[in-house]
């Protein structure tokens, strides 16, 4: 079976632009969670999405944004690009939302901010 | 609110030897707790997941962790370092109720031949 993927895998953007990351969970479910991952720090929450809605926001700017669309895919949606948001984005996927139920990650996608 | 805290950035073993990864850990509920390994640009990889049930928890590769609830720990260990062990380890903790997931800053293991 095919685990969580994301596109694309590295990404060069200028200061002040737009990016939008996507990202297919495992098939069958529901639950999509997005983390950034600073260069030596572990990943941070941004946002968890659960049946097309909001579940869960970190503490992130407006600038970042997301959506869940109904085959379950998501996007994470960065304006105003700023250096400190060169990061490893990682995305992950649940069955159901709650506590118990393990998060599988995909590979993540390296931004890198100039 | 929860947090985790890794005792240690870095750890040198020899191959051959025990693993320790310290965490401990802060949470207002019922937490449940996670290790996680990451391999240089490779994704995060589930080792072992503690949810209320059995204290000693035992995960893929011969690692395990032991709940310890009067110390607030969470450590993570294996009998004996691989070389392919070598990689960075994250503590998690996840509050009953909720679903995201608070990393600790994380544990580079580093395994000599």
């Known amino acids: 079976d095919a685990g969580v993927t994301q596109s694309p895998t590295h990404l060069i953007k200028t200061r002040g632009q737009q990016v939008t990351l996507r990202c297919s969970p495992i098939?069958?479910?529901?639950?999509v969670s997005w983390y950034q991952q600073v260069l030596g720090q572990g990943p941070q929450f941004i946002f968890q999405y659960y049946e097309k809605e909001e579940r869960g926001r970190g503490n992130f700017p407006d600038r970042f944004s997301a959506r869940q669309f109904p085959n379950y895919s998501s996007e994470l949606n960065v304006n105003a690009l700023l250096l400190g948001d060169s990061a490893l984005y990682l995305c992950a996927s649940s069955l159901p939302f709650g506590t118990n139920y393990e998060q599988y990650f995909g590979p993540g996608t390296r931004l890198t901010v100039t | 609110a929860q947090s985790v805290t890794q005792l240690d950035s870095h750890v040198s073993v020899s191959e051959g030897t025990p693993v320790l990864l310290r965490c401990n850990y802060s949470?207002?509920?019922?937490?449940?707790l996670f290790w996680y390994v990451q391999h240089p640009n490779k994704g995060l990889q589930l080792l072992l997941k503690y949810t209320s049930a059995a204290t000693l928890v035992k995960g893929i590769n011969g690692f395990e962790a032991e709940f310890k609830k009067s110390e607030t720990s969470f450590h993570l260990t294996k009998p004996s370092a691989h070389m392919s062990d070598a990689a960075e380890y994250f503590c998690v903790v996840s509050e009953a109720g909720y679903s995201t997931l608070t990393f600790g800053k994380g544990t580079m293991l580093l395994v000599s031949p």
């Open positions: 949470s207002s509920y019922s937490p449940s």
């Open positions: 098939s069958g479910h529901k639950s």
